[in-house]
């Protein structure tokens, strides 16, 4: 009796939200709280009556291996990784991130659905569940998803109790050992919908729209939007549609009926005059608003966001957005949020697209998987194009347990999803099928590229298609990589004229570019190239010099990139450092984070970061100095100084005293790129560097400082009012300095953090990839002087007081205001 009383309160509490979310006739409820959860596998959960009391109770998006703890036997493999071109097999202790993911786990919910009424229809829509999702409605099996990445629905309506009686959601997940490459999270990571519609309706992703015509006079909108209905009650559809522009002003609105012979689809053509378009750099968005009326009753309302823009890929020219020309200023990026694990959160996304905004980076590559929809909605929002992707692999495995089991019977079921979830959108300019797939050697590969292409232009003839291939004499010579629309190769500059010429697109995209590694604020001496390189601590160096037997450092790709007109811009590997794949350092726990990203774990910005932002970010100077400049034990001894700049020359002073001028130059691929005083000696003080505009005058400078001792803490954070939905987060900086305000670069520090008011410590990140603090503690060790904290607010509107604490230093403080 009292659990009943329990659930009809939290009832209340959903219908209210859905109130506030909701179109007015279709319901949507978001089924985020309150949640039962448990590892291991129970086949009882799915029956109503089942006692889940003692199993813990979760909010979904939930990752249920985040909290650790890491341990290099979770998931240890021995194998040979070939697409690493390794030649033997030797046991990875940290590729999956060293984190609990294998195995079972169950949900449950019990819910009750107001609008349910007689005659309703009901459908379930799971963003993304890791992975192999059974899914229970009452007892009764309502679907089967395997592939963790996609979005799946399920209609429900004849498994749904009628409003006013409980109803029992039950999902198992099961995850398998060797089935990934990289840390894929594990439980109902993204969000879950219930869709209450009227008998006749507009079905999940149930518009297609596109923008065939495009001028400065008008852009021509073509809408097709499917109906759902019982049998005889099509008769007398109407659908009334609206476009409104970003102000809600209404700028065109078209209303047709269904004919007989329409098979359930309207097809309407509107005009918006004097079209604003989208690009990353004006992302304008437009809504269509859909009513469907049955006679004079409306039954549905839709609404579909999208863009007016066009892309063209064309021999020799390359790719051209809205007429212009451009090359992708790409980032790859894993589905993980470092130390939030893969529960998406919108808040966690925007951080990290704010920063890339900030390098100049204009485009993502959805690495290897469909993304969440909450990224797609913020690429649309903040302007980035997507490369929005699919498989890691085909048939012919990379791991043993992984999608090849899969792939004859579900593949095209998943790429009919991702891209009728997608393809409204005016960020996802192309799709791709495949990553380095093994079927680019194998006999009909490239019939198998042929098919997956051409379901992606049945089902969206308005995008291009590409794979990124690494077998490049594989992919050139078995007719591979001549199938695609878009030809796109891994970590191959040397190769693209040569294959440019093979091939006959007539331009080349680099899917995957650089996979340089570094550990931010570790540097090793003497300085230079190094590929593979492993050293005592784990660390790479971040004078941006160390690479894969496979890869090269950014300069390389750089110069591809501008010399070469027909190379249509470039995806590197990767944006933001993620959970797994620690090369170099595969086999050397406690290693089990990336080493590749631009941006560390804790998003902070490696040095790597200013020198993509130097090439990239036109609108804005970059004056960025490496390494630190606090080196007890180093004096007199040689310390290279780098200056990643968008100013063309720049002039070195250490304590004062010139170390002479560099300007860029081509005397090789690095000095076009970076300014380098390669022979200056250490002693401590002040390196300074004043840069100088193209007619040499002196017009900005900045300095690096030899720090004192660590004295206090320093906290800043990227912002101080967020909205108070339980949900939103603030990232926190937190610098050990010395008592000038100096970053101490070597200060290993405990720090503590304490929340009071309203909101919580969510987790924190230091950016070590060998560090076995688990996140979600209120403490960690400063890594190279610097951490990030990170707080979410409570459904409470107010404030809350972080304090950071750390034996022997000045703490610090920090309100953020949370908002309704
Ligand atoms: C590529 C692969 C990526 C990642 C990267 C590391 O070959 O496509 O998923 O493994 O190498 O350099």
Known sequence: MIRIKHIAHLLLFSVLTVQVAAQSIRKEYLLDKNWKFKQGDYPDAVESRFNDLKWKTVSVPHDWAIKGPFDGNNDLQKVRIEQNLEKEASVKSGRTGGLPFVGTGWYRLKFMVPGFLPGKKAVLLFDGAMSNARVYVNGKEAGFWPYGYNSFHLDVTSLLNPAGEVNTLAVRLENFSQSSRWYPGAGIYRNVHLFVTEDVHIPVWGTYLTTPVINKEFAKVNLKTKVEAPAGKAADLRLETEIRDARETVVASF????????????????????????????????????RLYEGKTLKDEYKTRFGIRSIKYEAAKGFSLNGEIRKFKGVCNHHDLGPLGTAVNTAALRHQLTLLKDMGCDAIRTSHNMPAPELVALCDEMGFMMMVESFDEWKTPKVKNGYSQYFDEWAEKDLVN?????????????????????DQSAEGGNKIAKRLQDICHREDPTRPVTVGMDRINDALTKNFAA?????????????????????????????????????????????????????????????????????????DEFVKQDDLPFVIGEFVWTGFDYLGEPTPYDSKWPSHSSYFGIIDLASIPKDRFYLYRSKWN???????????????????????????TNYPSAELFVN???????????????????LMWNDVKYEPGVIKVVAYDKDGKAVASEEVKTAGKPHHIELSANRTEIIAD?????????????????????ATNLLQFKVKGDGRHKAAANGDATSLELFHHPQMHVFKGML?????????????????????????????????
């Open 726 to 746: 339980g949900k939103d987060l603030a990232y926190i900086t937190a610098k050990v300095c010395d008592a000038e305000g100096n970053l101490c670069p070597q």
């Open 788 to 820: 990030t904290e990170i707080v979410q607010s409570s459904e409470k509107s107010g404030a809350m007081q972080l304090t950071v604490k750390s034996k022997g230093l000045k703490s610090g403080t920090l309100t953020i205001r949370t908002i309704k």
């Open 656 to 674: 004062g005293k010139s170390m002479g001028r560099q300007s860029k130059s081509n005397t090789n691929n690095q000095t076009r790129y970076r």
């Open 418 to 438: 991702m891209i009728h979830r997608d393809r409204n959108s005016p960020s996802v300019v192309m799709w791709s099928i495949g990553n380095e797939v093994p």
């Open 618 to 644: 036109t609108s804005k100077p970059t004056l960025h100095i490496l390494p630190h400049w606090t080196w007890p034990g180093r004096e007199g001894e040689i310390t290279p100084v780098f200056c990643y």
């Open 483 to 555: 199938v695609l629309d878009i030809p796109g190769f891994n970590y191959k500059p040397t190769w693209y004229e040569r294959a440019n010429n093979a091939l006959p697109q007539g331009f080349i995209l680099g899917t995957e570019t650089a996979s340089t590694v570094s550990s931010r604020g570790v540097y090793k001496f003497p300085v230079g190239f190094q590929k593979m390189k492993q050293y005592d601590d784990n660390q790479s160096s971040s004078y941006d010099f160390e690479y894969c037997n496979w890869s090269q450092v950014p300069d």
């Open 255 to 290: 209303t047709s009926n269904l004919k007989e012979f329409d098979d359930l689809e309207f097809e309407q053509n509107l005009v918006v005059k004097n079209p604003f378009l989208w690009s990353p750099e004006t992302p304008v968005l437009y809504t269509a608003v859909s």
